[in-house]
């Protein structure tokens, strides 16, 4: 019955797969990056210095995104 739910709630994901090959695989593995690099700085103080670290190392263009805080 679990199964059947679970089937049920993701089917246009499981469906766009299929159809697409598309995984979020990426952002998944970006998304890992990240938790890594915050890791290895024991915590994020300065958050505007923190995203200018992640496009220097992981070559980031954000250029539709304002990053202000």
Sequence with gaps: MRQCQSIQSNYYNIVQFFNNRS????????????????????????VNFFIYRLTKIYCLICKSHSFSV
């Design 23 to 46: 995984t979020n695989a990426s952002a998944e593995s970006f998304n890992a990056k990240i938790k890594s690099f915050r890791a290895s700085l024991r915590g994020v103080r300065d």
